[in-house]
């Protein structure tokens, strides 16, 4: 297993996330647990991955974080550090984004909250000097 992760995944660690590796910083892993009614997806994020600032139209998002530590931070204000255990309940068109810490790896349960209609919107990178701030 890669050194950058820091235990096996609950779920087991899915695939490379080549198909929205456009929209990330560095490399995650995606393994599908639902896409039925509601989706849920198992993401592992390597040490330093993170995705891009992104908003969730009509439909909000839920994070359940497994394993890891990393940030969650809504556009304007500060990121919150998350941890093993922590739950993000994510509202509809809240400019956001999610991802791993410095250190090592982080994975979370992503519960798309269904909505009629619903999109996500990617937007641009988090900037490198921004998150090398976060401790």
């Given at each position: ?17 080549i ?14 647990l ?6 849920i ?95």
């Open positions: 297993m890669n050194k950058n992760f820091n235990s096996s995944p609950m779920f087991g660690l899915g695939d490379k996330n198909n929205f590796s456009k929209y990330f910083t560095g490399d995650s892993y995606l393994k599908v639902s896409d039925k009614d509601i989706k997806y198992n993401v592992t994020f390597e040490a330093t991955c993170r995705n891009n600032w992104h908003i969730h139209h009509k439909g909000g998002q839920i994070l359940l974080v497994v394993d890891g530590v990393g940030y969650y931070q809504e556009w304007g204000k500060p990121a919150q550090k998350l941890h093993k255990g922590d739950v993000v309940n994510i509202s509809p068109e809240v400019k956001h984004w999610h991802g791993a810490s410095k250190e090592g790896s982080f994975t979370h349960i992503a519960i798309e909250v269904p909505a009629e209609n619903s999109s996500v919107e990617w937007l641009e990178k988090v900037e490198d000097n921004e998150y090398n701030k976060l401790d």
